[in-house]
């Protein structure tokens, strides 16, 4: 079955960076696009990026738009999410999207 895993939250300085990743298995992963939600407390959640199977990228989420990078490692079987200049806003659960199938999710926490 499909299994997602993400990692590489925490805590982090208003200014800093992460890079999330989100390791996939259960299918051929070359094969889908795959996406980045995130939800912050209180709020829905949102998509914030997505990559095609051929690499094609979009960014959902205009507050992230020239901070934040997606990306994909078909040899290694994941999707990274690059969060550059982050900010108090940004703190939220990342989740990595594909098949109706959800990650368990990495907190990201932007504070001072």
């Known amino acids: 079955q499909v299994q997602l895993v993400e990692s590489g939250g925490g805590l982090v300085q208003p200014g800093g960076s992460l890079r999330l990743s989100c390791a996939a298995s259960g299918f051929t992963f070359s094969r889908y696009g795959m996406s980045w939600y995130r939800q912050a407390p209180g709020k829905k959640r949102e998509a914030v990026a997505s990559?095609?199977?051929?690499?094609?990228?979009?960014i959902h989420a205009d507050s992230v738009k020239g901070r934040f990078t997606i990306s994909r490692d078909n040899a290694k079987n994941t999707v990274y999410l690059q969060m550059n200049s982050l900010k108090a806003e940004d703190t939220a659960v990342y989740y990595c999207y594909v098949l109706n199938t959800w990650g368990q999710g990495t907190q990201v926490t932007v504070s001072s």
């Open positions: 990559i095609t199977s051929a690499g094609i990228t979009t």
